[in-house]
Structure formats: C-alpha cells, structure tokens
C-alpha cells in the first residue's frame, strides 16, 4: 500500500527507522522494521504521549476500569507472565483510586526493576532535588514527569487533554481501546485550539499518516486483497493529500473518514465484532511508539541513567499495553532493545545498560523457547541478529575494542552476543534441533570464534611491520630474520596480556579460552616461520637467532595450553593436538648436523689428495711422527673451535655428532696410513710339504760345503727395509709414531672439547660427564694399527729382510755348521733401528713383536725346515744354545724387554724343543699315543693329520714333524712305511 503523505516540515528528520531517544540521542537503526510513511521523530514522540494519555487518564470524569492482566481479544489472545519477572509489573490501579496521571511523586525507595536488572541507584532523580533553583521546575505528579521526559510542552498538553474531555464527553461509558484515537482527535480539535494555521495542519496530516500506517501499511488483522473499506480510505487519504481537508466535527469528510475507518479498526481474524479497535497494535508501528514511551524512562539530566521513579513510569506504560497490542513477551524484547540501544546512543560508556539488556535478554530467552507466532519469531530475530551484529563486530576483534580498564564493559558485551546467539541458535534456528543430539555447544563456540579471530586479527597488525620490513628488504618472500624475531617478542607479550587480561573473562563461557589463543598464535607464527625455514640453506646467526626466538615462544605458547588445560575432561590433549612443534632446535640440530658433515668430508677429502705424497719421513728428530697429521690434527682443531662459536643453543648435544664427523675422518687416515702395510700373516713363508730329512756324512758335507759361501755371498738386507720407499723399517716406524701420536692428539682435543662444553651457556653441568666427547672408535683403530704395524713389521724384518739367514740357511745342511750367529748380528741391527726410531710408548709392542716374529721363525725352521734340515739327539744342545742367544739378544744387559715377557713369549719354543731330546722310539710312541688321543683311532686308519694354529708338544702334527727333521735310520723307516714320504720336496 503506497503512502499518500510525505514529510512537509523541512525542519523535522525524516528517518523511517525510529532509533532515537526521546532527548534526541542517536543509536542503531530500528530492527523492527520500516513504517512506510515518513514520520518525524516529534510524530511519533506526540502519537505515543497521546496514547499514553489516554490509556491513563479516566473518560468522561469516571475512571477507567484496568483489569490485572491484559488479554487481547480473539486475534491475539496472549497471556501477560503469571509471575512478576525483573519487569512485569503486577501492581495495578484499584478502580476507586485517583489518576494514575494526577498520582503524587513520593520520595519512594530505589526502583525495584532497576536492582532486578543489576542497575545501580546511585544518582538521584534531578526532580526530587529539593533545592531552591529546582524547586519551581519539579514535577509533582507523574503526569508533568512523563510530559517533561517526552518532551511535550504545557501547550500541546493542554490540547491533548482538552480534545480527551471532548471525546470522553461525546462517547460517556466507552472504553478507550473501543476507540480510534486519530480519528476522535480529528473530529473533536478545532483549528483555534491551535497557536497557527500551520500547526494545526501539521497535526491533522500526522493523524491522518498514522491512521495509514496503522490501518493500511501495518494493520494488525491482514487485508484482503480487494478490501473495499481499504479502497475507500484510500481515496479519502489520496484526496486529503492533494488538497486541503476541513475536517469538522459532523462534517461531510469527517463522516467520510469515519465510515472508512471504523471497519478496518474493528475487524477481526475470526470475523466476529470486538469492541476493541485495531489502529496502532500492528508491528512494527506499535513497537516503535512503545520504544519512545520506554526511552523516556532515562533521565534527561544524565542519559545513561534511568530515573529513579521507573517502577511508576512502567506501571503507566503497562496501561498502553492493551491499545498497542503489546504483551509480555514484546515488553520484554523492546526494554532489552531500548537499554542496548541507549548505551550505544550515548558513547558507550555506561556498560551497566549492557549488564541489564543482557539481564532482560534473560527473560526473552524464557518467551521464545515457548513462543509460537512467527510475526513475534521475525521480530526476535532480527532484533537479537542487530544486537548480536553489533557486540560481534567489537569481539571478533576484542583486542582493539578492549583494554584493561574496559574489561567490565567486555564482559558485559560478550554476556549480551551470548544470550543473543543461544536464543537465535538453539530457540529458532531449526538446525539447531536437527543438530541437537550432537551436543553443539553456542556458548564455548561463539567464544572460540571470538578468540580466534581477534587473535589473527591481533597478528595480522602486527605482521603489517613484518611486510613493512619484507617490502624494504627486498625479498617478498622472507622477512628479514631479525624481524621474525622480534615478532616472538611481540607474540610473548601479546599472549601474556591475553592469558592475564582477556582469558579470565572468557573462561566464563570457554574454560580453555586461553589455550585457544595461544594455540592460535602458534599456528599464526608457525606459518610464517615455516616460510622463513624454506628458504633456508645455511647456519647463519640470523637464521639461528629466529630459531632461538621461535623456540622460547613456542615453549610459553606450550606452557601456558598446557596450564589452561589441566583440570580439561582430555587433559589439554585436544589442544596439544592443535599445535605441532615447530622443530626449530631440530632445524638447527639438522643445519648443524648438514655444517659438521661438510667439515668432516673436507677432512677425507684432503686425506684423499695428500696422503698418496706422505714419505713418513721424520719431520724432525723430536717429532718422529708424519708432517701430514700436522695439519689433519689443525684442520680438526679448527673445527672444534669454528663448532662452538656457531650461535646455537644445543652444542652438547650435537658433540656426539662432531666427535663422529671427526672419528670417521680421522679413521679414514689411520686406514690409509697402515693400508699396503701388510699383516703377519702376509709375511709368513708357505710351509713346504712334509718330507723326510735328507741322512748320510756325504749329503752333509755336501750340504755345509754348498751352504758356507752362501752365507759369505748373502749381503744384509736391512739397508732394503730402510731405504727410501714407504715400506722401509723406518718408515713402518714413523708409521707406528703416527698413529700412537694420533692418540696423543686426541686426547688434547677431548679434554678441549670438555673445556668448551663447561665453559658454554647453554650446558647442563648434571649431564656432562666426558663420554659423548671420547674418540673411541679412531683410538680403537690406533691401538689396532700400531699392533698391526707391529706385527706386519716384525714379520717383515724376519721373514723377508733376514729371510736369506733364516730360512734359507740357519741349519741348513750341518746345524753345527749353520748356527744362529748371523742372524743375530743382521737381527740386532734391526732391534737398534726400531729402538731408536719408534715412540718409547710404542718401542716395547715394536720390540716385543719383533721377539715373537724371530722366535716364529726359529720355531719354523725346526718343524718346517724341509728336507735340507736334519737333526739328531745330539743336535738339541747346541739348538738350546743358540734358543738362549736369541733370548739373550732382547735382554740386552737389562736395558731390553723385560724376563718375564721374555720367557712368557718362548713358552712355546721352550715346550717343543724336549722333543728333540727323546729317543725315535719314544717319540714314534709319543705320536701313536697322541693321535689316539685326538682322533680316536688307530694310526693306520687315518691320513697326515693337518697343520695346527699352534705348535704344541701334545699335537700329532708338531709330533711328526720331529720325527720328520730326525737323521736316524728308525724316524726314516717310520715314515716311509707308514705314510710313504719322499727324501724330496
């Protein structure tokens, strides 16, 4: 329905949506919908004081008849609250007594609603100030106090009740909702009651504008599409609007009027008559006059504060009730509208409106859990969407809205979005109820919202100065790493004010409000961090320092969820869940790690490269060791020193992983100074086969004769072991000094490292004790390259240096003709070199070796000399004889190696060489017995029993081997006939 009246006083606001106080303060747009029809802000102020008015005063000189709860008739048959809330109001007006308007202002307690809202009653009402500069202003009844509040002046009161007698006099006996109040004040004012001609044609437009809206735009009983009393008022208010009216009290228009109003008033949903007219009871024009009759509850002085006589005031408004088709139910949603509204309208300063919207809010929880009609559901609605739009634009960025001293006034807020969002949620929305079940709770998620997005919010202002810094550090993908940095800082702070300030308020309605926030920031700044690690490569102290600062915060995030979460249902396990570490000291364990390999690779690189040139050459008579582990021990050195000036937190650690970076490079140079070396066993000479000696004067002679200018022909070979290629004895020694030194070293570098790790911030004194710093597997590789290259020499030096006086002459033919004295001589030059070369830690394994090698190679020409060797019971003397020399040569007056380890190392010599001594029959005995022993069997049932590891006196092989090296007639026709044994290898 179009409106035929447009706003013809310049001077007036022509707003549809009445936000507005009754003092003219400004707040949010009306939620309550759009008139259609632009009313003035004083239009409506005069329509609703002229209903308040009316529905007060008594008709005619009796009073009116007010019944204790109100039911509307028919149409709308809603009950008022069976029991008083913070705001209904059960006290009424008892038939026999005076106006309620013309009832005395008493000096009453506080108002009871506005304790039952949580409003203080600190101020006092300025019109019960009873000095003597107010005292002539001061109301004495309640009429004067809601003229005064609503703004009305003496003049246009005085019309108003005037124009009420009129009607009262005119309709004795009718109640006043049986009225159309427009339209009696049409046909009862007359233009002289007016001060102007303009005026008064300003106030006939208003009525006729408000019987539009209420009858045409807004009716409460709907119109039928072709409503032919509708039509007809529309003519009427059509032809009003294009030229003046004169509406008398009988006249033609007026009866008109009349006859067009009156059955759109009357009308009814079930279609039977009702006394009670319908004009100014449909939404939203009832709820935008019942707005500006509750806005004047604030005292004009001070427009935070309700008066001190509200109890009256809304015991007043409740007698409009009836004519505006308001109930309960809408009484109770406006009043929460018009507090909320009003501590907007006045700067949001007074957060106690808040606390007592939010209180009201209470009461229209328990009306729409109930509620059936829908025109009421779409009301709530969007009132309870505009008031939840509003608290929710300040909390979803609560960190800019709120500060310390505010935060009464945030808890007020989040109160209010709270009680707003469960009525919307769980009272209308009919997902809710399909989501029921599913235990949905509005409260903890609204505030988990909340806190989320004001903590993003809250980092993204701050990230503004991280891109700020990006944009000028030229690399738009990685901030400059100091920047991240401070940005930890900043997020340590941030969550610490959060934690002291934000999170007791919302922990009202989340109890893990500030594990939420901080497991937001941790996924906030873990997005940048892992940014800032992809590009990454090296250990740089920037990078190191992010690091450092990402871990303290993500330490404080951690603790501070874990805290929050302690007496959770889950222990805070949903929570920890959320955030996954951010590894920082495993990035700079990994970075370490990545640096500590590079370094050891470089160690076996240059060990590659220039260990093939070592000559292990003595670099100096006091340093008898190689020039090349000079600088492998410095680039080592170096290492360490360059470890622990890295600028990170976790060195202890991370020495494990250096110890072994160095070991492995380090083992790689003991395998290439021993490598080509040889081992004892490369050097022993293969062992003939089994033969029988060689018997008779003549082969003996023969044999001396042919062997004596050998001897004299055979020069010594030691000059070969030390000339100049790398296998010579004293560079076998330097070798030997090497690796000993190597073990020297390291234990200087251990206690070092030791130093370092004690010396550092960042060690834990009751952790370290030593081990993690210990080169264990390159000293292992010392001790068993010295033992090898003791061995490898001794051999050497035995078998293939004085090979010619070993094994190819010592008794060779004769024994008493080839006896040990040439080799002892050629031998002791060799214990001299090695004595005076090697290390006097090393000297006694070298010499000691060297003894075992020759007492070997002794032993070996005595069993495995081969046919050119043959010995008789008389031999043994002069064998022992020259056992003892040899001895004797490692004594070397006391200044050798020691007896004991002397005669420890000829035991096994010692034990064979009683088996020269026996008789052949004994010893053939001996054989048969021992071979039973090991074997189990007689001797003609088995083959040449094999060679052992180990010589022994007890052993059928070293047995026949005697037996084989025997010059006698019985030992030779043993072994021919029992295993056929040639005189010829």
Same mark, same amino acid.
């Given at each position: 329905?179009?409106?035929?009246?447009?706003?013809?006083?310049?001077?007036?606001?022509?707003?549809?949506?009445?936000?507005?106080?009754?003092?003219?303060?400004?707040g949010?747009?009306?939620?309550?919908?759009?008139?259609?029809?632009?009313?003035?802000?004083?239009?409506?102020?005069?329509?609703?004081?002229?209903?308040?008015?009316?529905?007060?005063?008594?008709?005619?000189?009796?009073?009116?008849?007010?019944?204790?709860?109100?039911?509307?008739?028919?149409?709308?048959?809603?009950? !008022?609250?069976?029991?008083? +809330?913070?705001? *209904?109001?059960?006290?009424?007006? &008892? %038939? /026999?007594? =005076? $106006?309620?308007?013309?009832?005395?202002?008493?000096?009453?307690?506080?108002?009871t609603?506005?304790?039952? !809202?949580?409003?203080?009653? +600190?101020?006092? *009402?300025?019109?019960?100030?009873? &000095? %003597? /500069?107010? =005292? $002539?202003?001061?109301?004495?009844?309640?009429?004067?106090?809601?003229r005064?509040?609503?703004?009305?002046?003496?003049e246009?009161?005085?019309?108003?009740?005037?124009?009420?007698?009129?009607?009262?006099?005119?309709?004795?006996?009718?109640?006043?909702?049986?009225?159309?109040?427009p339209?009696?004040?049409?046909?009862?004012?007359?233009?002289?009651?007016?001060?102007?001609?303009?005026?008064?044609?300003?106030?006939?437009?208003?009525?006729?504008?408000?019987?539009?809206?209420?009858?045409l735009?807004?009716?409460?009983?709907?119109?039928?599409?072709?409503?032919?009393?509708?039509?007809?008022?529309?003519?009427?208010?059509?032809?009003?609007?294009?030229?003046?009216?004169?509406?008398?009290?009988?006249?033609?228009?007026?009866?008109?009027?009349?006859?067009?109003?009156?059955?759109?008033?009357?009308?009814?949903?079930?279609?039977?008559?009702?006394?009670?007219?319908?004009?100014?009871?449909?939404?939203?024009?009832?709820?935008?006059?019942?707005?500006?009759?509750?806005?004047?509850?604030?005292?004009g002085?001070?427009?935070?504060a309700?008066?001190?006589?509200?109890?009256?005031?809304?015991?007043?408004?409740?007698?409009?009730?009836?004519?505006?088709?308001?109930?309960?139910?809408?009484?109770?949603?406006?009043?929460?509208?018009?507090?909320?509204?009003?501590?907007?309208?006045?700067?949001?300063?007074?957060?106690?409106?808040?606390?007592?919207?939010?209180?009201q809010?209470?009461?229209?929880?328990?009306?729409?859990?109930?509620?059936?009609?829908?025109?009421?559901?779409?009301?709530?609605?969007?009132?309870?969407?505009?008031?939840?739009?509003?608290?929710?634009?300040?909390?979803?960025?609560?960190?800019?809205t709120?500060?310390?001293?505010?935060?009464?006034?945030?808890?007020?807020?989040?109160?209010?979005?709270?009680?707003?969002?469960?009525?919307?949620?769980?009272?209308?929305?009919?997902?809710?109820?399909?989501?029921?079940?599913?235990?949905?709770?509005?409260?903890?998620?609204?505030?988990?919202?909340?806190?989320?997005?004001?903590?993003?919010?809250?980092?993204?202002?701050?990230?503004?100065?991280?891109?700020?810094?990006?944009?000028?550090?030229?690399?738009?993908?990685?901030?400059?790493?100091?920047?991240?940095?401070?940005?930890?800082?900043?997020?340590?702070?941030?969550?610490?004010?959060?934690?002291?300030v934000?999170?007791?308020?919302?922990?009202?309605?989340?109890?893990?409000?500030?594990?939420?926030?901080?497991?937001?920031?941790h996924?906030?700044?873990?997005?940048?961090?892992?940014?800032?690690?992809?590009?990454?490569?090296e250990?740089?102290?920037?990078?190191v320092?992010?690091?450092?600062?990402?871990?303290?915060?993500?330490?404080?995030?951690?603790?501070?969820?874990?805290?929050?979460?302690?007496?959770?249902?889950?222990?805070?396990?949903?929570?920890?869940?959320?955030?996954p570490?951010?590894?920082?000291?495993?990035?700079?364990?990994?970075?370490?790690?990545?640096?500590?390999?590079?370094?050891?690779?470089s160690?076996?690189?240059?060990?590659?490269?220039?260990?093939?040139?070592?000559?292990?050459?003595?670099?100096?008579?006091?340093?008898?060791?190689?020039?090349?582990?000079?600088?492998?021990?410095?680039?080592?050195?170096?290492?360490?020193?360059?470890?622990?000036?890295?600028?990170?937190?976790?060195?202890?650690?991370?020495?494990?992983?250096?110890?072994?970076?160095?070991?492995?490079?380090?083992?790689?140079?003991?395998?290439?100074?021993?490598?080509?070396?040889?081992?004892?066993?490369?050097?022993?000479?293969?062992?003939?086969?089994?033969?029988?000696?060689?018997?008779?004067?003549?082969?003996?002679?023969?044999?001396?004769?042919?062997?004596?200018?050998?001897?004299?022909?055979?020069?010594?070979?030691?000059?070969?072991?030390?000339?100049?290629?790398?296998?010579?004895?004293?560079?076998?020694?330097?070798?030997?000094?090497?690796?000993?030194?190597?073990?020297?070293?390291?234990?200087?570098?251990?206690?070092?490292i030791?130093?370092?790790?004690?010396?550092?911030?960042?060690?834990?004194m009751?952790?370290?004790?030593?081990?993690?710093?210990?080169?264990?597997?390159?000293?292992?590789?010392?001790?068993?390259?010295?033992?090898?290259?003791?061995?490898?020499?001794?051999?050497?030096?035995?078998?293939?240096?004085?090979?010619?006086?070993?094994?190819?002459?010592?008794?060779?033919?004769?024994?008493?003709?080839?006896?040990?004295?040439?080799?002892?001589?050629?031998?002791?030059?060799?214990?001299?070199?090695?004595?005076?070369?090697?290390?006097?830690?090393?000297?006694?394994?070298?010499?000691?070796?060297?003894?075992?090698?020759?007492?070997?190679?002794?032993?070996?020409?005595?069993?495995?000399?081969?046919?050119?060797?043959?010995?008789?019971?008389?031999?043994?003397?002069?064998?022992?004889?020259?056992?003892?020399?040899?001895?004797?040569?490692?004594?070397?007056?006391?200044?050798?190696?020691?007896?004991?380890?002397?005669?420890?190392?000829?035991?096994?010599?010692?034990?064979?060489?009683?088996?020269?001594?026996?008789?052949?029959?004994?010893?053939?005995?001996?054989?048969?017995?021992?071979?039973a022993?090991?074997?189990?069997?007689?001797?003609?049932?088995?083959?040449?029993?094999?060679?052992?590891?180990?010589w022994?006196?007890?052993?059928?092989n070293?047995?026949?081997?005697?037996?084989?090296h025997?010059?006698?007639?019985?030992?030779?026709?043993?072994?021919?006939?029992?295993?056929?044994?040639?005189?010829?290898?």
């Amino acid at each position: 329905m179009a409106p035929f009246y447009r706003e013809r006083n310049a001077g007036e606001s022509k707003r549809h949506n009445m936000g507005v106080a009754g003092n003219g303060v400004s707040g949010l747009g009306s939620p309550f919908g759009e008139l259609g029809v632009e009313f003035s802000h004083s239009e409506l102020r005069e329509t609703a004081y002229e209903i308040f008015v009316a529905t007060c005063r008594p008709s005619a000189g009796k009073p009116l008849s007010w019944s204790p709860q109100y039911q509307r008739s028919g149409e709308r048959e809603m009950s !008022l609250s069976p029991s008083p +809330s913070p705001v *209904s109001f059960s006290s009424t007006y &008892s %038939p /026999a007594s =005076s $106006s309620p308007l013309q009832r005395s202002l008493t000096s009453s307690a506080a108002s009871t609603v506005k304790k039952a !809202l949580g409003l203080k009653s +600190s101020k006092k *009402s300025p019109y019960k100030d009873g &000095s %003597p /500069a107010r =005292s $002539s202003k001061r109301p004495t009844t309640v009429s004067e106090l809601m003229r005064i509040q609503m703004g009305i002046s003496e003049e246009r009161d005085s019309q108003i009740r005037r124009a009420l007698l009129r009607i009262a006099a005119g309709q004795i006996g009718k109640q006043i909702e049986a009225m159309v109040l427009p339209l009696e004040f049409l046909q009862q004012s007359k233009a002289s009651d007016f001060l102007n001609p303009e005026e008064y044609e300003a106030w006939k437009v208003r009525n006729l504008k408000v019987l539009e809206a209420g009858l045409l735009l807004h009716p409460l009983v709907p119109l039928e599409k072709n409503d032919s009393a509708a039509g007809r008022l529309c003519q009427v208010l059509k032809g009003a609007s294009e030229r003046p009216t004169e509406i008398g009290k009988n006249s033609e228009s007026m009866q008109a009027l009349r006859s067009t109003v009156m059955p759109l008033a009357c009308r009814s949903l079930d279609g039977y008559p009702t006394d009670t007219c319908h004009w100014a009871d449909g939404l939203p024009l009832n709820l935008m006059l019942y707005q500006i009759l509750l806005e004047a509850c604030f005292d004009g002085n001070d427009k935070c504060a309700l008066i001190e006589e509200l109890n009256e005031v809304l015991n007043l408004l409740k007698k409009s009730w009836l004519m505006l088709g308001i109930n309960q139910m809408l009484h109770n949603l406006c009043f929460s509208w018009v507090l909320f509204n009003r501590f907007i309208a006045t700067g949001q300063v007074e957060s106690s409106l808040l606390f007592a919207s939010e209180n009201q809010l209470a009461e229209v929880a328990k009306n729409a859990k109930a509620i059936k009609d829908p025109l009421y559901a779409n009301i709530l609605k969007s009132s309870l969407s505009s008031m939840l739009g509003w608290t929710e634009k300040r909390l979803l960025a609560y960190h800019d809205t709120f500060q310390a001293d505010t935060i009464d006034l945030m808890q007020n807020t989040v109160a209010l979005g709270i009680s707003a969002a469960k009525i919307l949620v769980e009272d209308i929305s009919s997902q809710y109820h399909r989501r029921r079940r599913e235990g949905v709770d509005v409260s903890r998620n609204r505030v988990e919202a909340y806190i989320r997005s004001s903590i993003r919010t809250a980092f993204a202002q701050k990230m503004e100065v991280v891109d700020s810094s990006r944009r000028s550090y030229g690399n738009p993908r990685n901030p400059p790493p100091p920047v991240l940095s401070v940005l930890a800082l900043d997020i340590c702070d941030l969550v610490k004010y959060e934690k002291e300030v934000f999170s007791p308020v919302l922990k009202k309605w989340h109890p893990l409000a500030a594990g939420v926030a901080a497991a937001t920031l941790h996924a906030c700044y873990g997005s940048e961090l892992k940014q800032f690690l992809s590009g990454i490569t090296e250990l740089t102290p920037d990078a190191v320092e992010v690091l450092k600062s990402a871990d303290n915060l993500e330490k404080e995030l951690v603790n501070i969820a874990v805290e929050d979460s302690v007496d959770s249902e889950d222990g805070g396990k949903g929570i920890i869940r959320e955030m996954p570490p951010y590894e920082a000291e495993s990035v700079v364990a990994s970075l370490a790690k990545t640096w500590i390999k590079l370094r050891a690779e470089s160690l076996r690189e240059w060990v590659d490269s220039n260990l093939q040139q070592e000559a292990w050459n003595p670099r100096a008579e006091t340093e008898q060791f190689a020039p090349s582990l000079v600088e492998v021990i410095h680039m080592m050195d170096e290492t360490v020193e360059a470890f622990f000036h890295l600028p990170i937190p976790m060195h202890q650690d991370l020495i494990p992983h250096l110890v072994s970076g160095l070991d492995q490079g380090l083992q790689h140079y003991i395998s290439k100074a021993k490598s080509g070396c040889g081992t004892k066993s490369s050097f022993v000479p293969t062992l003939p086969a089994l033969t029988r000696c060689t018997t008779g004067s003549k082969l003996g002679v023969f044999k001396r004769k042919e062997k004596l200018p050998m001897f004299q022909r055979k020069k010594s070979q030691v000059g070969i072991m030390n000339g100049g290629d790398s296998f010579g004895l004293s560079q076998l020694c330097i070798r030997m000094n090497t690796l000993h030194q190597i073990c020297t070293e390291l234990e200087i570098l251990e206690r070092r490292i030791i130093s370092h790790l004690r010396n550092g911030e960042f060690t834990d004194m009751s952790a370290l004790n030593g081990e993690e710093a210990k080169f264990e597997l390159a000293l292992a590789s010392c001790h068993e390259g010295i033992q090898q290259l003791c061995e490898a020499t001794a051999y050497k030096v035995v078998f293939c240096s004085l090979n010619h006086l070993l094994w190819e002459g010592l008794y060779v033919g004769e024994p008493a003709s080839s006896r040990v004295e040439p080799l002892l001589r050629e031998l002791e030059q060799n214990l001299e070199l090695v004595a005076s070369t090697v290390h006097t830690r090393v000297r006694v394994r070298a010499l000691t070796a060297l003894m075992k090698a020759s007492f070997d190679g002794f032993l070996l020409v005595l069993l495995a000399g081969g046919p050119s060797r043959a010995f008789s019971r008389q031999d043994c003397q002069l064998i022992e004889e020259d056992f003892r020399l040899l001895k004797q040569l490692y004594l070397v007056d006391g200044d050798g190696l020691p007896q004991e380890l002397i005669e420890t190392a000829a035991i096994l010599v010692t034990n064979i060489l009683p088996l020269f001594h026996e008789e052949t029959e004994d010893l053939v005995k001996r054989y048969k017995r021992t071979v039973a022993q090991v074997y189990g069997s007689s001797i003609s049932k088995i083959t040449l029993p094999p060679t052992p590891n180990n010589w022994s006196p007890s052993d059928p092989n070293t047995v026949l081997r005697v037996l084989c090296h025997r010059n006698d007639k019985a030992a030779i026709k043993f072994l021919k006939n029992t295993y056929g044994l040639p005189k010829k290898l």
